[in-house]
């Protein structure tokens, strides 16, 4: 039976990730402000454990924090790579891989499309200054709330329907990127100086992931309120 308003799980950060990032401010009230009602998911342990804790959401968001520890990346560390909680990356990249598998509505913040793309393959940038020179500053010393740089949306990409712009403003708050679009997904969003910013799975429901914090931008900019609307809209017509 249909609930009468979608249940979005949403990923926990770590205590010393909260301090940074403020999930239960910005992702929980971003949901309640679009109709859905926010469970914020603290990690699962085994793929037992999130297949029933997907039970109980019509859709899922993977949140912003921390860098994805090396050994999910089958990689050795790299010069750069910051603070990394394994436990978070393991629970995260099991509830990825059931989501997709069930197409669940999945969205994706930053941490969170680097997590989607680890989950099926890709590859990321363990630290873009050391492996990118010409990428230009990723880590905005503005508040969060305002926009850093602008991102070029590809048209005819689900993303665009929902924002309805060729080119945005972005805020951006991250080190790490995604650095090969992963199979069965398509690039959606790209930075000036060559970053990718947003990717999506044509064939799913609702598998989109950005790479900047629309969550702490709803009061400031329309495209925010548009994407986390076009999602939960996705999680309520979702069987």
Not at 9 to 38: M, N, Q, W
Not at 109 to 124: N, T
Not at 130 to 144: D, E, I, N, V, Y
Not at 209 to 233: C, I
Request: charged residues 20%.
């Amino acid at each position: 039976m249909r609930r009468p308003r979608p249940v979005i799980g949403i990923t926990a950060a770590h205590c010393t990730e909260e301090l940074k990032t403020f999930p239960r401010t910005f992702y929980v009230d971003s949901i309640r402000k679009v109709g859905g009602i926010p469970i914020v998911l603290p990690p699962v342990q085994s793929r037992d454990e999130g297949i029933e804790v997907l039970d109980l959401v019509d859709g899922l968001v993977l949140t912003g924090g921390g860098d994805i520890s090396p050994a999910y990346l089958n990689e050795d560390p790299l010069r750069g790579i910051g603070g990394c909680i394994p436990e978070r990356d393991l629970s995260e990249l099991l509830l990825s891989e059931l989501a997709l598998q069930r197409d669940l509505p999945l969205l994706g913040i930053c941490r969170g499309i680097q997590v989607l793309a680890v989950a099926v393959g890709g590859k990321i940038y363990q630290d873009i200054p050391s492996q990118h020179s010409g990428a230009f500053q990723h880590s905005q010393t503005a508040p969060r709330q305002h926009t850093w740089h602008k991102v070029e949306i590809v048209q005819e990409s689900l993303l665009f329907r929902l924002l309805g712009e060729k080119g945005i403003g972005v805020n951006s708050l991250h080190h790490q990127a995604v650095r090969e679009v992963p199979s069965g997904f398509r690039l959606n969003a790209l930075a000036a100086d060559g970053i990718i910013e947003g990717i999506e799975k044509s064939d799913a429901k609702f598998c989109l992931g950005v790479q900047w914090h629309p969550e702490s931008m709803m009061e400031t900019e329309k495209h925010s309120g548009a994407l986390f609307h076009g999602f939960v809209e996705a999680c309520h017509k979702a069987d």
